[in-house]
């Protein structure tokens, strides 16, 4: 019985995947490692830059003390600088990580995504890939370079500008992001 539920996946998986031959249709490539964490840095800091705060405020109350002479200390200096610093590091240090290991190795396959207002097929081949419902799509952010879809915490689509056929693919899928009602930052 196993062996027939085996065979079974195993003939749904090598079937096709439906495309749809109106979408966007981009050249394969892969997330790049370096871009992976800048990116994730990037969001990192977006998303928490009011801890920031903490060491600023650490340092002026240090100021005050020391300018009153209630308590003359220089190390409080060094140690906020030294903890702030070592966050950053801790952090990078987690998505360089993630780069490493084996269950992540997908995410720096070489796709070819083909992009329509129902979803985005995310294809290895032509019987190889998966499938992203616009439902899992968080946000849709714009830079001068790339289309990034965010779909979780640390978690995203990078779409690199040249991967796109030509401009009316970008300008296409400008338009579906708009219709499906994200604001494009």
Known sequence: MAKGYAQSQQRRVQQPIQSNPLAIKTKKFALEKNK??????MQLIKNQWYWGFVPLALIFINVIVNLTG???????????????????IFWAIQFTGVTQLEQYKQLFSKY???IDSRQILMKLNDTEGGVIKWDMIK?????????ILDMGQYQFIYLPFTVFNNDSDKKLLDRILKDKG???D
Not at 139 to 147: D, G, I, P
Request: hydrophobic fraction near 50%; charge should be positive.
């Open 139 to 147: 946000n849709a952010r714009k830079t001068k370079e790339a289309f």
């Open 70 to 88: 209630v308590y003359h200390n220089y190390w409080i200096y060094v140690l906020t600088i030294i903890g702030a610093l070592a966050y950053l």
């Open 182 to 184: 994200y604001t494009i």
């Open 36 to 41: 992976f964490i800048g990116i994730n840095m």
């Open 112 to 114: 070819r995504y083909e």
